[in-house]
């Protein structure tokens, strides 16, 4: 009888019962500014300024729900929202994370730490996992280094290509990916579970650009979210080549020989508010959804 429900969660449920306990949660899609976007005058925007709660800023975290525990990856500008729905949807109680990994110095992606500060929740000690430059520009600029100088939050430093474990069975590996450093290193995240392991690259400013073939990545991985800024270069009414990411277009034609089953590894994220795919009715998302890859969605799950 055991042996008939694993075979049947296998085949039909598609959820390995092994590894029920540890997940990659989707808590937010879209580019650093969110949506709906300042200023923004496109239909799906203005038609969306109540639904707030839907368009999250992109982050994941990484749950361990027999630990009742879990880590963060980014903390966005809607941080408040986002551990809020972790309390409502995950544990039923309002838990910190264990830790949170920052990709690097861009808005949505660390000025949430904001809100651990003394005009805020006032947290002890919330360890905080960065590469050495956005360490430095943490603890040497305000109103960040406050948080550091009261302890609200502690910097740990990490480096590229170092394994670092997690929740008991989880190893968090940053890896260098080509992106505007301004402020910090970009990181990407490789994270690998007892059973699975995934890729994420929210910001990178062109496939070519980088050291590695996202081709082979995607033979490699189980999981692999990628960033997806800009569905093409008309979008936006400014030089795109001052904000370069790879188009999912691009994107799209690069990965168009893998199989059916390695398609399916792929999800979008990070999406700015004038790409189509935000919506989750367009005919863009079914175009890309029916191309057989995933649209990252809040709430997803992800098994390890």
């Given amino acids: 009888m055991i042996r008939f429900l694993k075979i049947f969660f296998i085949l039909f449920i598609n959820i390995p019962i092994y590894a029920q306990s540890e997940y990659?949660?989707?808590?937010?899609?879209?580019?650093?500014?969110?949506?709906p976007h300042i200023g923004c005058k496109h239909k799906f925007c203005l038609d969306n300024f109540t639904k707030y709660e839907e368009f999250y800023v992109t982050s994941i975290a990484v749950i361990n729900s027999d630990l009742n525990k879990y880590i963060l990856f980014e903390a966005t500008p809607d941080i408040t929202y986002q551990l809020n729905h972790?309390?409502?949807?995950?544990?039923?109680?309002?838990l910190l994370p264990e830790a949170i990994y920052i990709t690097h110095g861009h808005i949505g992606h660390y000025t949430g730490l904001m809100y651990f500060g003394r005009e805020a929740l006032g947290s002890k000690n919330l360890l905080v996992k960065v590469l050495p430059k956005m360490s430095n520009?943490?603890?040497?600029?305000?109103?960040?280094?406050?948080?550091?100088?009261?302890?609200?939050?502690?910097?740990?430093?990490?480096?590229f290509d170092e394994s670092y474990l997690e929740l008991n069975n989880i190893h968090i590996t940053p890896i260098k990916v080509p992106h505007r450093d301004e402020y910090s290193e970009t990181a990407g995240y490789i994270i690998t579970?007892?059973?699975?392991?995934?890729?994420?690259?929210?910001?990178?400013?062109?496939?070519?650009?980088?050291?590695?073939?996202?081709?082979?990545?995607?033979?490699?991985?189980?999981y692999l979210l990628l960033d997806a800024t800009f569905y093409d270069s008309k979008e936006i009414n400014r030089d795109i080549s001052e904000i370069p990411h790879p188009l999912v277009s691009e994107t799209l034609n690069l990965l168009d020989s893998l199989s059916d089953e390695e398609?399916?590894?792929?999800?979008f994220i990070h999406m700015n508010h004038t790409n189509p795919m935000l919506d989750p009715d367009s005919d863009l998302s079914k175009s890309v959804t029916n191309k057989g890859f995933n649209i990252a969605r809040l709430g997803q799950k992800l098994y390890l």
């Fill in 24 to 35: 990659i949660y989707i808590l937010g899609n879209t580019q650093d500014a969110g949506m």
């Fill in 86 to 94: 972790i309390k409502n949807n995950i544990f039923q109680e309002f």
């Fill in 137 to 159: 520009f943490l603890k040497t600029n305000g109103p960040w280094n406050q948080l550091v100088n009261l302890n609200n939050i502690q910097i740990q430093n990490t480096d």
């Fill in 193 to 222: 579970g007892k059973n699975k392991k995934a890729l994420f690259i929210p910001d990178i400013d062109k496939w070519e650009k980088w050291d590695k073939k996202l081709i082979d990545l995607a033979k490699d991985f189980d």
């Fill in 263 to 267: 398609k399916r590894k792929v999800y």
